[in-house]
């Protein structure tokens, strides 16, 4: 059974950083872009960084760029988004998500992946 389990998230001041980490589990997604989502309340999900197998490309949301880094360890099946300035308009519910196709680009649309962890919180207060 596939699973993708987030944690890292939690309560902090604006201005603060944050490291969030999805480690994988019942496949390796060693060769699969990998990606962050997050959702607050009352709106869609929406994109936040990807990464493609090797971590050569990322990709991130305007409203992130610059403050957020993802990265992608093989060897641990995992994917970390080093996340700092946060603003309370970052406050929301982080998903995980991996692509079960193997290469391509590290996409911005939830229909591209395949497999989804559970979320984790993050709060960040003004």
């Known amino acids: 059974q596939v699973q993708l389990v987030e944690s890292g998230g939690g309560l902090v001041q604006a201005g603060g950083s944050l490291r969030l980490s999805c480690a994988a589990s019942?496949?390796?997604?060693?060769?699969?872009?990998m990606g962050w989502f997050r959702q607050a309340p009352g709106k869609e999900r929406e994109f936040v960084a990807a990464?493609?197998?090797?971590?050569?490309?990322?990709n991130y949301a305007v409203s992130v760029k610059g403050r957020f880094t993802i990265s992608r360890d093989n060897a641990k099946n995992t994917v970390y988004l080093q996340m700092n300035s946060l603003k309370p308009e970052d406050t929301a519910v982080y998903y995980c998500?991996?692509?079960?196709?193997?290469?391509?680009?590290?996409?911005?649309?939830?229909?591209?992946?395949?497999?989804w962890g559970q979320g984790t919180q993050v709060t960040v207060s003004s």
């Open positions: 998500a991996a692509d079960e196709a193997l290469g391509g680009l590290p996409g911005s649309s939830a229909n591209e992946y395949d497999y």
């Open positions: 990464i493609n197998w090797n971590g050569g490309i990322t």
């Open positions: 019942g496949r390796t997604f060693n060769s699969s872009p």
